[in-house]
T-cell receptor, first 114, second 114 residues
Framework: DTAVSQTPKYLVTQMGNDKSIKCEQN?????MYWYKQDSKKFLKIMFS???????INETVPNRFSPKSPDKAHLNLHINSLELGDSAVYFC?????????????FGDGTRLSIL | DQQVKQNSPSLSVQEGRISILNCDYT??????FLWYKKYPAEGPTFLIS?????DKNEDGRFTVFLNKSAKHLSLHIVPSQPGDSAVYFC?????????????FGQGTTLQVKP
């Protein structure tokens, strides 16, 4: 019974396309996050939502747009994909905000841009 | 500007011995630190944490030590087991932040040899 699930696990697409990654958590958590792990293996936060409200928006290009239809879901839509968007994207959730509660991560979505 | 650094990309130890993973940080405002463990093709999973008001936290085979004056923390695993082979990420959180924003190091790959 997966706690934080992301789909798809792999995504291969052409430059310029638009794609979405979905994330769902069944832990009853209030806060959800998107992280990007680049080729150097750094995990960097992109966005965070608390009860459907955006609370973290790092310096991410406008082509990236998170959407939270309810507190159990946080989807990531990416427009006009570029080569540099190739990375592994992780969704996470935590019990509350402030986030001194450990974050629970999904298994990641490996995005490859051709 | 990498505020959390894990300077050893990899570590290899013999089963039964101690594994010591190190992490340095530069921001003195960080007051909560976590270690995550990551297996290939999976998301990071929470291992252990420590607040800046403590200098040690222990959970079974895992102990985290915090040296605030040196801005250094370490994770000790005793005894090491082959199943501990994974990538270990150190993460830190800013005290006044109520967003749950974590700053991650780039990870250390631990190999425990049978």
């Amino acid at each position: 019974d997966t706690a934080v699930s992301q789909t798809p696990k792999y995504l291969v697409t052409q430059m310029g396309n638009d794609k979405s990654i979905k994330c769902e958590q069944n832990l009853g958590h209030d806060t959800m996050y998107w992280y990007k792990q680049d080729s150097k293996k750094f995990l960097k936060i992109m966005f965070s939502y608390n009860n459907k409200e955006l609370i973290i928006n790092e310096t991410v290009p406008n082509r990236f747009s998170p959407k939270s239809p309810d507190k159990a879901h946080l989807n990531l839509h990416i427009n006009s994909l570029e080569l540099g968007d190739s990375a592994v994207y992780f969704c996470a959730s935590s019990q509350d905000n402030p986030g001194t509660q450990p974050q629970h991560f999904g298994d990641g979505t490996r995005l490859s841009i051709l | 500007d990498q505020q959390v650094k894990q300077n050893s990309p990899s570590l290899s130890v013999q089963e039964g011995r101690i594994s010591i993973l190190n992490c340095d940080y530069t921001n003195s405002m960080f007051d909560y630190f976590l270690w995550y463990k990551k297996y290939p093709a999976e998301g990071p999973t929470f291992l252990i944490s420590i607040s800046s008001i403590k200098d040690k936290n222990e959970d079974g085979r895992f102990t985290v030590f915090l040296n605030k004056s040196a801005k250094h923390l370490s994770l000790h695993i005793v005894p090491s087991q082959p199943g501990d082979s994974a990538v270990y990420f150190c993460a830190a959180q800013h005290g006044s932040s109520n967003t749950g924003k974590l700053i991650f190091g780039q990870g250390t790959t631990l190999q425990v040899k049978p």
